[in-house]
C-alpha cells in the first residue's frame, strides 16, 4: 500500500478508498513495476484508460448543462481545455498526486515524477479508480471541487468570451447598444474585486464581479446570457 | 413530435421516453431548423457531443471490464474500432433510426439520410437523449443489446487478436506448446459451426464455437484466457 495516499485523500477529500489495492494501481508506474517483478504489481495504464473516458463524460455533461445555449463548437473547444494535458497535470499537482507516484529509480532521476505527461496520466487513472470504487457521483463531487471551480476562476476564458456571445444574441435581430458599467471596486490594490454590470439598451441586464475589469464583464455578460435563456 | 419514433423505441426498445423534446431534438439536422424558424427548433448537435461522451464511457466500462488483462493498447485499438463513424452508422441502420431523421430538403435531396457521418451523428445524438432522460443503466442496457454482441460476431476481431495474447501470456516464462483441435463440425455446409479446443502443453485449456476455424479458434483462446485469468 502507498503510504499516506488514503489518509490524505481521508483528510483533503474526505474520501474513504473501500479497494485501496485499486488506488496502488492507480499511482503505479509501469518503471517500478519492472523494478520489482515478485510482487506482481499492476501499473496506471489500464486505469487511465478508464479514468479518461469518466473525465470526458463527467465534464461534457457539466458543460451542457452548466451552458444550455452554448453551441456544439464552443461546448467542444472548452472541453478540449479542461480535458487536457495542461489542465490535469495542474489539477494533478494541487491534489498533491505528485508525492505519492511510485516510480523506478531511473524514471526518478529523470525528474519523471514532474513531468506534465505523466501527472496527467496520474490524475486521470485516480478518477477511474475514484470511479470503479465509489461510483460517478463520488467522482463528480470530487471534480467539482477540483475541477469546475476553475472556471470561475476564468481558467478557461479565452476558450469562452460570454461577451461575444451575449452580443451575438442581442444583435442577432437588430442592432442593441451593449454598454458595461463599474458598479464597485473593493479591497487593496493588490486583491481588488470589480464589479461590473452590463446593460442592453439602456436596461441593466446583468452583473458579475471578478479579480480584474475584463473578467467581471465576462460574468457579467454570462449572467445576462443566463437570465435571458430563462425568459 | 417525430410521427411514429417514440411508439418504434417501445416496441422495439422497451424504451418509454418522457421528454420526447429530447428525441425530436436528437433527431433532428440545422438544415431542417432553417427551414423552419417559427417552430423555434433545436438540431442535435448538443446532444450529439454529450452522447459520444457517454459512448466513450460505456464502451470502455465493458471493455475494461471484459478483458481484465488486456493491456491498455488494445484497449484503446478496440474502443476507437467500436467508437467510429462506421460502426455508429451501421447500428443507426439497425436501427432503423435513418427513418426518422427531420432534414431538409436540400440535404434529402443530396442522400444525407443514407451519409455515414450523419447516420453516426444521430447514432450518438440518440445516446446523449436516451441518458438524459433514462440515465446511464438504460443506455448500458441499450448498447448491450446493439453494440456489445458484435464483439462476440466478430465485428472487431481485427483489433483483437486473442490467439496472440495467449501465446504471450502462456510463454512468458519460458516455452508451452499451444495446440488448436477441432472438437465438432455441425449444421449444413452454408451454415456450418465449427468448435476448436486449445491445449497448453497438452492440457486442454479452453473451447469455443464459431461460423469458421479461425473464428472458432479465437473464441477458445478468449475463453482459455478468461479461466487463466481467475486462476
Chains 1, 2 share one sequence.
Request: charged share 30%; net charge negative.
Amino acid at each position: 500500500m502507498i503510504i499516506g495516499l488514503t489518509q490524505m485523500l481521508k483528510d483533503d477529500f474526505g474520501i474513504d478508498f473501500k479497494n485501496t489495492a485499486l488506488l496502488d494501481e492507480a499511482f503505479t508506474h509501469a518503471s517500478y513495476v519492472n523494478e520489482h517483478p515478485r510482487e506482481k504489481l499492476k501499473y496506471y495504464e489500464r486505469i487511465e484508460f478508464l479514468g479518461d473516458a469518466v473525465m470526458q463524460l463527467c465534464v461534457s455533461e457539466y458543460l451542457f448543462k452548466r451552458y444550455p445555449t452554448l453551441p456544439e463548437g464552443k461546448l467542444s473547444r472548452l472541453r478540449a481545455a479542461m480535458v487536457c494535458e495542461d489542465s490535469f497535470s495542474k489539477f494533478a499537482k494541487e491534489c498533491h498526486f505528485d508525492e505519492y507516484i511510485r516510480l523506478g529509480k531511473g524514471e526518478e532521476k529523470a525528474n519523471a515524477r514532474n513531468r506534465a505527461s505523466l501527472l496527467c496520466d496520474i490524475f486521470e487513472a485516480f478518477i477511474g479508480a475514484l470511479y470503479l470504487d465509489q461510483g460517478k457521483a463520488v467522482v463528480v463531487s470530487f471534480i467539482s471541487r477540483v475541477v469546475f471551480p476553475k472556471l470561475d476562476l476564468g481558467w478557461f476564458d479565452h476558450y469562452l468570451d460570454h461577451k461575444t456571445e451575449l452580443q451575438e444574441l442581442l444583435q442577432q435581430h437588430g442592432d442593441c447598444k451593449i454598454t458595461y458599467v463599474k458598479v464597485a471596486e473593493n479591497g487593496p490594490d493588490n486583491e481588488k474585486e470589480y464589479t461590473m454590470a452590463v446593460y442592453a439598451d439602456g436596461q441593466k441586464i446583468g452583473e458579475g464581479k471578478g479579480m480584474s475589469k475584463k473578467a467581471a464583464e465576462q460574468q457579467a455578460a454570462f449572467q445576462a446570457l443566463k437570465a435571458l435563456q430563462k425568459n
